[in-house]
């Protein structure tokens, strides 16, 4: 099954650092790349995360759509991955799968990221020495999709919990599902927790140094990321981890714009993963764990996990410590 990660640009300017071969008139679109029989395209907006929501919704979903039709059209794709804020724009990707121009399947590659970000979080407090039982965590963006997931992984698991989000009346559905010791607020409280996971579509660094207790751990999966390089340089105490970086095969390397060597994003790889089983399905909006725990009993045969923990692409040692 042929298939296509959408994207956009993170900042602007980024396309004038991308391949310039890659440059289309409205689109990035990268030459098509095989993996063992299945073949895709990297194909981005020429729109910058802070356009994609900022622009009127309407605009940005055309574009979005104009671009998985002509990936349908162009490269025979059956299988669109909505990377970066495209699943944010699309109702987590529910409004793609109803229009009737593009007629293949949508994944947004959410489920095999909220596993690696559990996974990521449960790693570095394991490094650290730490039990989970004695630590806060906070989810900044826990009703989002990605958060949904992470909140009900990890929440029963540990003391205490900081749900974060912009909305209060949208926790009602997580508040539904939710088992353990936690609270829903609309404050971004993330200085009370030791361990932070921020999956939210803010197009620029949220946190700042005033919202980052001494010696936090902040899995940052957001992108574009939610903690600053210069956030890292100036708060030397603090652990910043890529969540949803997985190993990638170097033979196979995208060629993504600042995506370090044998490592790719979790959600590249999930649609990745999809394709190579030929798994003729939509995963779009609130994720299904069932289809989540697939993903990581994929990505243990295709060799595609997490390995060693990252900040900004460079390998990080946790410190020992015992709280
Ligand atoms: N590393 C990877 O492999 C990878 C893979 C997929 C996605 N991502 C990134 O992960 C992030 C989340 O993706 P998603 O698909 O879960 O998006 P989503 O479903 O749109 O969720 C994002 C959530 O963030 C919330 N939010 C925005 N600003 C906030 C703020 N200032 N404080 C608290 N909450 C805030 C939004 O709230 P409202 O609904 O109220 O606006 C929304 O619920 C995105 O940055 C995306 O690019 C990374």
């Keep these: 099954m042929n298939f296509a990660i959408l994207g956009h640009l993170m900042y602007e300017g980024q396309a004038e650092q991308m391949p310039q071969d ?15 029989g299945t073949k895709g395209n990297l194909i981005a907006l020429k729109l ?6 900022e622009m009127p919704i ?3 979903r055309q574009k979005v759509l ?17 990377g970066a804020l495209t699943t944010s ?6 409004w793609l799968i109803e229009q009737k121009e593009y007629t293949g399947y949508a994944n947004h590659g959410d489920s095999y990221t909220a596993a690696v970000t559990c996974q990521a979080v449960l790693k570095a407090i394991n490094l650290a020495g ?3 039982s004695r630590l806060t965590l906070a ?29 209060a009346e949208k926790f009602e559905k997580l508040e539904k599902e939710l088992t353990g010791n936690y609270e829903t607020t609309t404050d971004l409280k993330t200085k009370e927790a030791d361990i932070i996971v921020t999956a939210t579509n803010h197009p620029t660094a949220l946190l700042k140094s005033e919202h980052l207790k001494k010696n936090a751990i902040v899995v940052d999966v957001s992108q574009p990321p939610n903690v600053s390089p210069e956030l890292c340089k100036q708060r030397q105490d603090i652990i910043r981890i890529d969540g949803g970086f997985v190993d990638f095969p170097v033979k196979y390397d995208l060629g993504i714009p600042g995506m370090p060597k044998g490592k790719n994003f979790a959600c590249i790889v999930e649609v990745i993963m999809q394709a190579l089983e030929n798994e003729k399905a939509n995963h779009v909006g609130s994720i299904d ?7 990581e009993k994929w990505a243990r045969k295709y060799g595609f996990i997490l390995n060693e923990l990252t900040n900004f692409g460079m390998p990080i040692t946790i410190p020992k410590e015992t709280r």
Excluded at 89 to 94: A, D, I
Excluded at 289 to 295: A, C, D, F, P
């Design 48 to 53: 910058s995360a802070k356009q994609m929501v």
């Design 130 to 132: 730490f039990q989970p």
């Design 139 to 167: 989810i900044v963006g826990a009703y989002g999709v990605i958060g949904e997931a992470v909140s009900r992984i990890l929440v029963p698991q540990f003391g205490h919990s900081i749900l974060i989000g912009r909305k």
């Design 289 to 295: 764990l069932n289809h989540l725990m697939k993903t």
């Design 58 to 60: 309407e605009q940005v």
């Design 66 to 82: 104009d671009a998985a039709v002509f990936a349908q059209d162009e490269f025979g794709a059956e299988l669109i991955q909505l």
């Design 22 to 36: 890659w440059i289309r008139d409205n689109l990035v679109v990268s030459p098509q790349f095989s993996f063992d």
């Design 89 to 94: 724009v699309t109702s987590g990707g529910k």
